[in-house]
């Protein structure tokens, strides 16, 4: 490419990993996009003229740096949540696209069945004991075959996470917010439909998008209309579970146990009480996050399919809120 053919390349913006990061998004963006045209830059270099960027990769961008460039063409998300660029009150009203891979549907998938076999064989109290040095032998009372799990939400990660608990033999349900149909699984939708879905379920996994009306759905109420025992997984957003109604329903022995990967406030606080309750296992927000190969990969196809006039993969919806 001539000097002045690469001085007018259209450039994507990357801000995800830092500038340690930016020669394997090179590397990988060439790998899957040779033919695009694109120019990968760091977020942060100030030799980038506002106007030739199109297109960003970012995570956690600043409030106010995605309206600086005025051709820009599409936001393309880190992570399969948005609500990290949606929280800019300067947001301009471009199509935004959620990284949801294979490999992230994997990644998902595999840590929700850890948890739940964690959950299952009371790997809070191994942990415990082994704090304490202590060796005091215990049975768990069943097995993932005369245990019913519940995945709140259908999406993609839902349906991988439904499909990997069911094939080793965890009695599977889904939830929706509208009707679904998957070979095997017993699917429920609809407000009407989640206290039957609630009753049936030892294991909670919630992987509901954020939108206002799942704000604080887990909270006292719907604990409540689990079975004595139940257990949660929340691996969707941290604003979906109201923390002291949980950690009530755990001190009461109603809850027998939780997984907890994201939250409200990020990182979490090292005074936040889950940190130190027996009963609560936390992981940083690390239970999907695929590799910058793989979202280079994604972020491709998309770009291609936008600069051919196609709608790309995993649009977000306003409308919709996912």
Known sequence: MTASASAAAPVLLVKSGGAAALPEWRASFHEFAPGLGLEVRAWDDPEVDPGRVHFVLVWQPEAGRLAQFPNLKAIISAAAGV???????????????RMVTPETQQRMAEFTLMSSLMLLKDMPRIIAQQAR????EFSTPRTARETRVGVLGLGALGLSTARMHAAIGFETAGWARSPRSETGLACFAGTDALPHFLARTDILICLLPETPDTRHLIDADLLRQLPRGAALINVGRGSHVCLPDLLAALDSGHLSGAVLDVFDEEPLPADAAVWHHPRVLVTPHAAATPSRRERARQAAVAIAAMLGGLPPPHLYNRVRGY
């Open 83 to 97: 609500d990290h660029i949606l929280a800019d009150p300067h947001l301009p009203d471009l199509p935004i696209v």
């Open 133 to 136: 040095a202590e060796w005091r």
